[in-house]
C-alpha cells in the first residue's frame, strides 16, 4: 500500500471544486468537477453517493484510493467497512454531502493494534437531476501509532507490569518489574532504566514491604481487580499518595498508580472551607447527632462546640414549630430566641461512615436576595431600565388590552447615531455614562406615556400607548430632540442623535413579535435616511430590506472572489493644468447589477463590517499602482472612520508603503469630517502618527459634516477638499459661492493646499481658477479610469506636452 499522498494534486482539485462553485453560485455539478478535471489526482480519489435517509455507496474508486482501502472500491457500502473506516467515513460523507462547504478531516482505522490516520478532503457536489455525491479524495501521509505504546506513554497515571519471584516451594516473596512508564519512574523520582528489571523491594526500600507484598500476592491468580491506597515518601521526602489498582495474568500482574495528592488537598480544602464558611453548617450521622459544626454556626445558634456536639438537630427546634411553606422553619438559639430558617442537605462520607452535611440560611436575607436576583434577570445592570425579556413582557401586556377600546399602542425601536464613535475615541467609560444619561431622558419623555427598556448595546425602546397614532410619532420626535442636545462627557461637550423607527398595533399587527420586527425595519429605514430621523412603517420597508441582505451576501462574494476594482481620477493643477495626481476610487461590476454606486454598496460594507478589509486592499492596490508613476505624481486614498478608529492603522499604512515600494511622501490619505467629530487626544495621535510616516493628509467633503473648525488648529493639514455640493452650485448660488472662497482664502492664510471636487463645467472651473482654487477634479478634466487607461492618459501627458494633453482630455471629456 502506497503510505503517502499527494497534497499538492489535493489542492489543486480543491481549487478546482471552488472555481466551479463560483461559476454555478452553489455546490457544483458532478461533470464540473470529475469529468476530464481529475488528471493525476484520479487514482487517489473514491466517488460516494449520498441517499437521503439511506446508506452512503462508494460508486467507485481509483487504485491507490483502492489501496488505502485494502480491497475494491466499488459498489461498497461505506457502513460496512471494518477496522473502523465505516464510522469515519460516514462521517465525512454525511458532514460534506449535507453542507456545501469541502470538508477536510483525519480517517483512522485501526489494524492489528496499529492506528493509521490519514488526511481526507470531502467535496459536495450534485447531480444535475438533483442527486447528491461526495468525491473523497487523499489529501495526505498516512501515519502508523502503535495504539499500546501510546496509551503507555502518553496517560499521566503510572503503569507497570510485575512478575512473581519464588522460592523453591513455590511461593511468592518479591516481584520484578518488567515493564513501566515514565509517569511511573516519575512517581518513584527515579529514572525508566534505573527501575527497569530490578526487584520491588530493592527499588522501593521504603515501601510497607510486608503489607504491600501480601496485596499484591494475593492479587496473583484472582479475577477481577484489587485496588487499594498506600502512602510511600520518596527519596527527596515527599510523601506520595496512591490509588493501586491491580489485575492479575498468570504470575503477571498489572499496576496501574494514581497521584491521589490532589484529591487529598482538596479534602483538606474541603474542612478549611467548612470550617470557615460564613452560614452555619454541621455534619449529622444517621441518628442526627451532630458529628461535627462550624464556627458560624456556634455563633449564630449561641452553644459552645462541646455542647453542640452532645446534641442532636432535634434539640433545635421551637416547641410545636412546623415547617412553614417553602421549607421555612423554627429554629431556637440557647438563649431561647427564634429564628426562620431554610436548611440544604446532601448526603456525605464523613470518617468512614454515612453522613449528612447541611448548610443554613437568615430567610429575610435570602428573601432579599431572590428579589434582587429576579430584579437583576428583567432589568439591565447599567441603566437599570426593563430589559428586552421584561420589554416584551409589557409590550404584551399593553397589546391584549386593544380588543374593545379605542386608542393603540405605539412601539418606538431607538438607535443612537454615533455611538461607537464616542466609546472609540473617548473609551467605554465614557460610553457608560452616556447611555445613563441617554436613559434618564428616555424616562422623562416616556414618564407619562409608556415604558422604556434598553434591548442592548445602544439600542433602546419605548412602549407608547395613545389615542392616536399622530401622538405616538409626537413622543417619537420629542425623544428625537431630547437626545439632540449636547451631552457632557469627559469634560467635554458630544452629541449624538438619535433615529427611531415606529410601528402601531393593531395597524402594524397584533402579535408582538411581529411588531418588533416592523419597528426594526422602520428604525432601519431611518438610519438610512441619514440618522436623527423618525420613520413609521410602511409595507415596502420589508422588500427595501431583503434587497439590502442580498446586496450584502453579493458584496461579501465579491470581496471573497478579487471581483472589486480600483479606479483613478487625475487631479489636475489650476495654474498649469498639468497632472499633479489622482484619486483612488472603489468600483464594483456586479455581473447581473451592472456598476453598483459606491454611496449604495460603501454603506452596507460598513455595516457587514467588511470596509476594513476593502479599505486595506484598496489602499495596497493603490499604493502598487502608484510606484510606477512618474515622480512627483501623487495618489490619494480615502479612509473610512472605522479604518482611522483602527489603532494598528499607522502600522498598516507603513507596511503597505515597504511592500510596494512607494514613496510615503507621495501618499495623500483622506479623511471625513465626521472622523473629527470628538477632537481628543486619540484623533491627534493618530494624524500625527500617521504624518510622522511622511505621508499627507487631507480633509474630505470640507464643508458638510462637523460644525468646529478648531481641529485645523490642533493638527496641520496637508490639503482641504472642497465638497461637490458646493462646487456644484457655484454662480448658481450666491452662498455657496462665497463658501467655497472663504474655503479657499482659508486655505491659503493657513498654507493648506485647496482642491474643489467634482469641477463639470468651463463656468465652475473659471470660478475656482479666479478664487484662486489650487487643484481641481471631475468629469471636466477626465472620469475615473481603470489602471490600464490611466497609465496611457499618464503616458501622453509626459514631459512638457503635459499641459496641452491634459487639455485634450478636458475636451475629450467634455464630449
Known amino acids: 500500500m502506497n503510505d503517502t499522498a499527494d497534497p499538492v494534486r489535493a489542492e489543486a482539485l480543491l481549487r478546482r471544486w471552488h472555481s466551479a462553485r463560483l461559476t454555478s453560485r452553489g455546490v457544483p455539478a458532478y461533470e464540473d468537477v470529475v469529468l476530464g478535471n481529475l488528471g493525476r489526482a484520479a487514482g487517489r480519489v473514491a466517488l460516494v453517493a449520498v441517499v437521503p435517509e439511506g446508506a452512503a455507496t462508494i460508486l467507485w474508486g481509483g487504485d491507490e484510493f483502492e489501496a488505502w482501502l485494502g480491497g475494491p472500491a466499488r459498489n461498497v457500502a461505506v457502513a460496512g467497512l471494518r477496522e473502523g473506516l465505516g464510522h469515519s467515513l460516514s462521517q465525512i460523507v454525511a458532514d460534506a454531502g449535507t453542507g456545501e462547504e469541502p470538508v477536510r478531516t483525519r480517517c483512522n482505522r485501526v489494524s492489528g493494534g496499529v492506528v493509521l490516520t490519514t488526511d481526507l478532503i470531502g467535496l459536495p457536489l450534485r447531480e444535475r437531476g438533483g442527486g447528491r455525491f461526495v468525491l473523497l479524495c487523499l489529501a495526505g501521509e498516512t501515519t502508523r501509532t502503535n495504539l499500546l505504546r501510546a496509551v503507555f506513554r502518553a496517560t499521566g497515571q503510572g503503569m507497570l507490569a510485575l512478575s512473581a519471584l519464588r522460592d523453591e516451594g ?147 427546634g421551637a416547641s410545636g414549630a412546623d415547617p412553614a411553606p417553602g421549607g421555612v422553619v423554627a429554629h431556637r438559639r440557647r438563649d431561647g430566641g427564634a429564628i426562620e430558617v431554610t436548611t440544604y442537605s446532601r448526603a456525605i462520607p464523613f470518617e468512614g461512615r454515612p453522613a449528612t452535611l447541611t448548610a443554613v440560611v437568615d430567610v429575610t436575607e435570602m428573601r432579599r436576595a431572590e428579589a434582587r436576583i429576579v430584579h437583576m434577570a428583567h432589568h439591565d445592570a447599567l441603566t437599570d431600565l426593563p430589559n428586552r425579556v421584561l420589554f416584551r413582557a409589557r409590550l404584551t401586556e399593553a397589546m391584549a388590552g386593544l380588543p374593545g377600546r379605542a386608542g393603540c399602542v405605539g412601539l418606538l425601536c431607538l438607535d443612537l447615531d454615533h455611538f461607537k464613535v464616542v466609546n472609540d475615541s473617548l473609551g467605554h467609560p465614557a460610553g457608560d455614562d452616556l447611555l445613563r444619561q441617554v436613559s434618564s431622558r428616555l424616562r422623562i419623555c416616556a414618564a407619562q406615556a409608556g415604558t422604556v427598556a434598553r434591548l442592548g448595546g445602544d439600542e433602546f425602546a419605548i412602549v407608547v400607548g395613545a389615542e392616536r397614532p399622530e401622538a405616538v410619532v409626537a413622543c417619537a420626535e420629542a425623544v428625537v430632540a431630547a437626545l439632540s442636545r449636547p451631552f457632557g462627557l469627559a469634560g467635554q461637550e458630544v452629541t449624538v442623535g438619535v433615529s427611531i423607527g415606529v410601528a402601531l398595533a393593531p395597524e402594524h399587527g397584533t402579535d408582538p413579535d411581529l411588531l418588533l420586527r416592523k419597528g426594526d425595519m422602520a428604525l432601519y429605514a431611518a438610519k438610512a435616511e441619514g440618522r436623527r430621523t423618525v420613520r413609521l412603517f410602511e409595507p415596502t420597508m420589508d422588500a427595501a430590506l431583503q434587497a439590502r441582505r442580498a446586496l450584502e451576501a453579493d458584496l461579501r462574494a465579491a470581496v471573497a472572489a478579487g471581483a472589486l476594482d480600483v479606479h483613478y481620477q487625475p487631479i489636475l493643477s489650476v495654474r498649469s493644468l498639468a497632472v499633479t495626481g489622482c484619486e483612488a476610487l472603489l468600483r464594483w461590476h456586479h455581473p447581473e447589477r451592472g456598476f453598483v454606486s459606491p ?217
Open 170 to 316: 513455590g511461593r511468592a516473596i518479591d516481584f520484578q518489574i518488567v515493564a513501566l512508564n515514565e509517569a511511573t519512574a516519575t512517581m518513584f523520582g527515579r529514572r525508566v532504566e534505573e527501575v527497569l528489571w530490578q526487584r520491588l523491594t530493592a527499588v522501593l526500600p521504603d515501601l510497607p514491604a510486608a503489607t504491600t507484598l501480601a496485596r499484591l500476592t494475593d492479587a496473583l491468580g484472582r479475577q477481577g481487580r484489587l485496588v487499594y491506597e498506600t502512602a510511600y515518601r520518596r527519596d527527596d521526602g515527599t510523601l506520595l499518595h496512591l490509588r493501586v489498582e491491580v489485575a492479575s495474568l498468570g504470575d503477571l500482574l498489572g499496576l496501574t498508580l494514581t497521584d491521589i495528592g490532589d484529591m487529598k488537598a482538596r479534602e483538606a480544602s474541603a474542612r478549611l472551607l467548612f470550617e470557615t464558611n460564613p452560614l452555619p453548617m454541621w455534619v449529622c450521622g444517621e441518628d442526627g447527632l451532630f458529628l461535627a459544626v462550624n464556627d458560624a454556626a456556634v455563633d449564630h445558634y449561641g452553644y459552645a462546640r462541646r455542647d453542640f456536639l452532645a446534641m442532636s438537630v432535634a434539640d433545635l
Open 599 to 815: 454611496a449604495e454598496f460603501v454603506p452596507v460594507a460598513e455595516e457587514a463590517g467588511l470596509i476594513g478589509q476593502i479599505g486595506e486592499w484598496v489602499l495596497r492596490t493603490a499604493c502598487r499602482e502608484a510606484a510606477g508613476w512618474p515622480e512627483p505624481l501623487r495618489i490619494a486614498v480615502n479612509l473610512s472612520p472605522v479604518q482611522f478608529r483602527n489603532p494598528g492603522l499607522a502600522l498598516g499604512v507603513a507596511a503597505a508603503l515597504a511592500a510596494t515600494g512607494l514613496p510615503a511622501h507621495r501618499l495623500e490619505l483622506e479623511i471625513t469630517e465626521t472622523v473629527l467629530l470628538s477632537e481628543n487626544a486619540a484623533n491627534i495621535a493618530m494624524l500625527h502618527a500617521l504624518r510622522d510616516l511622511g505621508v499627507r493628509i487631507a480633509i474630505d467633503d470640507f464643508g458638510t459634516g462637523y460644525s468646529s473648525l478648531s481641529y485645523l488648529r490642533a493638527f496641520p493639514f496637508d490639503k482641504i477638499k472642497i465638497d461637490r455640493s458646493f462646487t456644484r452650485a457655484l454662480g448658481l448660488d450666491g452662498h455657496s459661492t462665497a463658501i467655497v472662497r472663504a474655503v479657499i482664502e482659508l486655505g491659503a492664510s493657513l498654507g493648506i493646499t485647496t482642491v474643489a471636487e467634482g469641477v463639470e463645467t468651463q463656468e465652475q472651473f473659471l470660478h475656482l481658477r479666479a478664487g484662486p482654487c489650487d487643484e481641481v477634479q471631475g468629469f471636466l478634466f477626465g472620469r475615473p479610469v481603470p489602471a490600464a487607461e490611466l497609465r496611457r492618459l499618464l503616458a501622453t501627458c509626459a514631459g512638457s506636452a503635459a499641459a496641452s494633453a491634459a487639455g485634450s482630455a478636458t475636451g475629450s471629456a467634455a464630449a
